[in-house]
């Protein structure tokens, strides 16, 4: 018999399509168990602020399940071992604000907090575990990362988010006989650019794994035109470099911000695809579209299912653990070794086998 009567919940990092359907899937197995579901806004910053703490209910979570964000809001730049705050002088000061987590935690009666986030806030859950909080996180990105997960929820609806995207641009690149460079989301994986980009139909793809020769692209577009395609589709991962150069980043890297923000090389790309062909050449950032919307009735599964999952987990009495989506079934594993390390394309894959056997330009 579980001795747990109130759990917290709260969703830290970029948003992704399924967060609720997590928060829906913890409320509905906590209820039938007999236990308080607490949500905590704003992922952690919401331990520290606790006003805005309310009861989760199965009928305050009816019908959020299709819903994309999270109902309880979340934030990247909430790291409570690194507030920032400003000082008298008005400058930005950090701070370690982690005790007051702990004391808020203890004095609002949770027995288990449910951390739905990123390799960032599953870092700081591992971190708030040490100091004597009961953990049991959820992975969560559209970057599909995390290499203690087979799967993420959030990728497959940002995958077909691009996926559409591309089928939309064929037409226009066609009418136009142009190159258009569409540069996605990713981060230092290239997951969404591989994946979209062998469902849309792409000619070239250029992921963080292979740093790219951009004469070689190029190539690739003018042999495209010698075979009489008059235009072409290149995908570009944000985390994509070429191979004398480094990631490129945007500037004003915001206060409190774990991660830098990646984003610009779409753009590099197209213009040396301009220069170096002389096609005409567009570039656009699909952006935070990948990360909006109603997730897939695949992510609504995957979602629901690892919020069951870490409810069973915890009437288990398992704590400090992560769960991981291992085919067919959820797994616990250890937080240290879910923050690990992440997980890169394999370029062994079958999808990269694919994607050249159909011979889709990677630049190498
Ligand atoms: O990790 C998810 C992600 O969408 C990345 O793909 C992207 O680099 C980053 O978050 C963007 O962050 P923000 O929402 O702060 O712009």
Redesign the pocket.
């Given at each position: 018999m579980s001795d747990v009567k109130r759990i917290g919940v709260l969703t830290g990092g970029?948003d992704a399509p399924g967060l609720n359907a997590v928060i829906y899937g913890v409320t509905l197995a906590a209820h039938r168990r007999g236990w308080e579901v607490y949500g905590i806004h704003t992922g952690y910053t919401g331990l520290l602020d606790t006003d805005k703490i309310t009861r989760l209910t199965p009928e305050r979570v009816t019908g959020i399940v299709s819903q994309g964000g999270t109902i309880l809001g979340t934030t990247?730049k909430g790291n409570p071992f690194k507030l920032p705050v400003k000082n008298a002088a008005g400058e930005m000061e950090y701070l370690d604000a982690s005790d007051r987590i702990v004391q808020n935690f203890r004095r609002l009666g949770l027995d288990v907090l449910v951390a739905v986030g990123?390799d960032g806030s599953l870092g700081i859950a591992h971190r708030l575990a040490q100091m004597g909080i009961p953990v049991v996180g959820v992975p969560k990105?559209?970057?599909n990362d995390l290499a203690a997960t087979v799967i993420t929820f959030g990728f497959d609806t940002a995958v077909s988010t691009a996926t559409e995207a591309l089928d939309k641009l064929h037409s226009t690149a066609a009418a136009h006989e142009r190159v258009l460079v569409v540069e996605v989301?990713?981060?230092y994986a290239g997951w969404i650019a591989l994946n979209a980009g062998i469902s849309g139909s792409a000619d070239a793809i250029l992921i963080p794994e292979i740093p790219f020769d951009i004469n070689k692209v190029c190539a690739k577009i003018s042999d495209l035109e010698l075979a009489g395609k008059g235009y072409g589709i290149v995908v570009v991962a944000?985390g994509a470099k070429p191979r004398d150069g480094g990631l490129i980043t945007r500037e004003g890297a915001e206060a409190g911000r774990q991660e830098v923000?990646?984003g610009g090389i779409g753009e590099w790309v197209a213009k040396q695809i301009a220069a170096r062909t002389g096609k005409d050449t567009r570039s656009l950032v699909l952006g935070?579209l990948q990360?909006g919307g109603t997730p897939t009735t695949f992510d609504r599964l995957l979602a629901v299912r690892f919020g069951a999952a870490a409810v069973r987990f915890i009437a288990e009495g398992k704590r400090n653990v992560m769960v991981a989506s291992r085919p067919p079934d959820m797994a616990a594993v250890p937080l240290a070794e879910a923050i690990d390390h992440m997980k890169s394309v394999p370029l062994d894959s079958d999808s990269v086998l694919t994607a050249r056997d159909l011979g889709i330009c990677f630049g190498d």
């Open positions: 970029g990247n990123g990105t559209i970057d989301m990713g981060r944000e923000l990646l935070h990360r």
